[in-house]
């Protein structure tokens, strides 16, 4: 909850429990939420008889709904006019003002290919990577592309005509027009643009009527030549029961993964939201959120919205308001996210390389060997794109295609190394590839 407003709206909802709806619509309706200060929760009523009956008949009501809605004890206090009322606490929402543009996006190591690919997309006027696939999982940013395509292309080519849906949307349309015999208006609509963003493209998923509409109107605006980009929380070939075809058209371009931000990009994100906010908070706070928050990016920016919301109430944002503003969403065994460089660095630790050696272009035998091994396990435990593998070794999408073929061949027929790579694997993620 971020504002006055929002805190008084779940109030309402718990007395509404509480009471019949006659009673509420006579009583608490008139009643105002001027400001919390420390545990007092103060309202404005706007006459002497309203404050005599609320403090007589509901204030234990609207105490307990503090309570519950704020999760620390409140002490209710009811004023009117003549007990010279508080003003309301400025309090500015900003979320609105948060737009999810490039200038927003805060790039990492985990999310640097796939920014550069929708930059690239956003910038050209010519069709480059078509179509574009980003995939990772929820909360990792892939919305945040999407809008950044439409935001940069809109204000570079305003002539081009821009669609911006997502998946279920789409199917919404789809699934009306056919029961209403109107399909000539989805491909009005979708055919006839410069270009095409979908968002949640998954949810094709075991709907072979959606699935034919959405074939037809890609290869439409692909044969147009129109750009097209998706996204997904899983890559094309992982989509359960869509149609090989299908697949086949999203993998013609390039795919692009987003993987769970590294501690230095969890810093930034946060920094950045709360500046947007125009809401200062201490480094130490930034980092102990940074570093007990590590999966989802909205999470993070959920935290600094409830880090504000709570300067309403206390003067100082400690470690422990911090501390309790995470609880419910900390877990204390989640892992650090697996990045290349953990998975290069366990690579390392088996078979006695230094990291350095690996991403350095040196051809002795067991440094190579050792990088094409770091190449194989990044491909097997994240399944990102070639490209991206190879962008972070410096290396061609078909040095990775031959590393990763050739280590695939070596483990088949040599125990001795299927066990060494196993070993690397397992450390890697704490399971075996046989889990």
Not at 203 to 220: G, H, K, Y
Not at 348 to 373: F, T
Request: glycine share 4%; hydrophobic share 35%; charged share 30%.
């Amino acid at each position: 909850m971020e504002t006055l407003q929002e805190v008084w709206q779940e109030v309402c909802k718990y007395c509404k429990t509480q009471v019949n709806e006659v009673t509420f619509n006579a009583w608490f309706t008139n009643i105002t939420l001027q400001k919390i200060e420390g545990s007092n929760a103060i309202l404005y009523v706007n006459t002497p008889f309203l404050k005599s009956i609320i403090n007589d008949n509901y204030k234990d009501i609207l105490t307990d709904a503090f309570t519950e809605v704020l999760k620390f004890p409140v002490k209710v206090i009811i004023i009117t006019e003549e007990d010279k009322p508080i003003s309301p606490i400025k309090f500015v929402d900003t979320s609105e003002q948060y737009e999810y543009t490039f200038d927003t996006f805060i790039m990492g190591s985990s999310n640097r290919f796939a920014h550069a690919a929708a930059l690239a997309v956003a910038e050209n006027d010519k069709i480059v990577y078509n179509p574009l696939f980003i995939w990772g999982n929820s909360g990792l940013g892939k919305t945040h592309l999407l809008s950044a395509i439409s935001s940069r292309i809109k204000e570079k080519y305003p002539d081009k005509k821009i669609v911006y849906t997502t998946c279920e949307a789409f199917a919404n349309e789809v699934f009306h027009c056919l029961q209403n015999g109107t399909m000539h208006k989805i491909r009005e609509k979708y055919r006839n643009v410069d270009v095409f963003l979908v968002d949640d493209v998954q949810f094709l998923s075991r709907r072979e009527a959606l699935q034919e509409e959405f074939f037809n109107t890609f290869n439409d605006l692909y044969e147009k030549r129109k750009q097209i980009v998706l996204t997904s929380d899983c890559p094309p070939k992982d989509i359960d029961d869509i149609p090989e075809r299908l697949v086949g058209r999203f993998e013609a371009g390039i795919i692009a993964d987003i993987q769970p931000p590294e501690f230095e990009t969890r810093v930034g994100i946060l920094k950045r939201k709360a500046q947007l906010m125009n809401f200062d908070l201490p480094e130490d706070i930034l980092i102990y959120i940074a570093d007990n928050v590590k999966s989802n990016i909205r999470q993070l920016e959920g935290v600094i919205k409830k880090l504000q919301a709570y300067s309403m109430i206390y003067d100082n944002i400690t470690l422990s308001v911090a501390e309790n503003a995470i609880r419910d969403i900390k877990r204390d065994d989640e892992p650090e996210p697996i990045t290349f460089k953990k998975i290069i660095e366990g690579v390392s630790n088996v078979y006695n390389v230094s990291v350095d050696d690996i991403y350095s272009q040196r051809q002795d035998a067991e440094i190579s060997h050792a990088r094409q091994v770091a190449m194989y396990v990044i491909r097997k435990i994240t399944g990102a794109s070639l490209k991206n593998i190879g962008k972070e070794f410096d290396k061609d999408y078909s040095t990775v295609i031959y590393s990763c073929n050739k280590i695939e061949k070596l483990i088949a027929k040599n125990d001795i190394e299927e066990r060494k790579v196993e070993k690397a694997i397992r450390n890697i993620t704490g399971k075996s590839t046989r889990d």
